[in-house]
């Protein structure tokens, strides 16, 4: 198990000089994932870089598409939305127009936070937000049995988070 991580790892850090990062710019990558708000002179400090240098770096990071925004992530139990509920839809038909359809219809609805495209036994899973079952009964009435292209719907309901990250490896 430990040579499979180290060989992940070593893919990772492949793929990543592949692209144009090198040692520091994986650094500055991973210090900005845990603290998005930390001050130019903070990270530069922590990834032994001038501030001008390290300044650079994360605005060509930024102009380079590695880093696409930075965001607060919020407590969804103190937002009063601690139901998380994973979708799977199959659609009737796989037609481009009917793909095209689903997903801007989905994309309009507030408590849908991801959407994917599978391969796989369902079309899409969805991973939904609530307070609770009766909420999410009307986010699936309102807008769920609404959405165009919908053959089947299975809906299943997340007792506990066990790991959550939004950190991409760049080791």
């Known amino acids: 198990m430990v040579q499979e991580t ?3 790892s070593i893919n990772v ?10 040692e520091i710019d994986r650094k500055i990558l991973k210090v900005l994932q845990k603290k998005g ?3 130019n002179a903070d990270l530069s400090d922590k990834v032994n870089l ?6 650079r770096r994360v605005q060509r990071l930024e102009e380079d598409g590695f880093i696409k925004g930075y965001v607060a992530l919020l407590d969804a139990r103190k937002m009063g939305l601690p139901t998380t509920v994973f979708v799977e839809i199959t659609l ?3 037609a481009d ?6 997903e801007t219809a989905v994309s309009r609805i507030p408590d849908v936070l991801e959407c994917h495209l599978m391969a796989g036994t369902a079309d899409y899973i ?3 937000v609530a307070e609770n079952t009766d909420d999410f009964a009307r986010i699936h009435r309102q807008y769920l049995t ?4 919908v053959a089947q719907m299975q809906s299943s309901f997340a007792l506990r988070t066990v790991f959550k990250t939004t950190a991409m490896p760049v080791d």
């Open 146 to 149: 609404r959405l165009p292209g």
């Open 97 to 102: 127009e009917v793909l095209e359809a689903f």
């Open 126 to 128: 969805l991973k939904v």
């Open 50 to 55: 001038s501030a001008s240098a390290c300044h």
């Open 37 to 39: 708000r930390l001050s």
């Open 92 to 94: 009737q038909a796989q």
């Open 6 to 8: 180290t060989n992940i």
């Open 13 to 22: 850090s492949d793929k990543l000089r592949q692209n144009g990062l090198d």
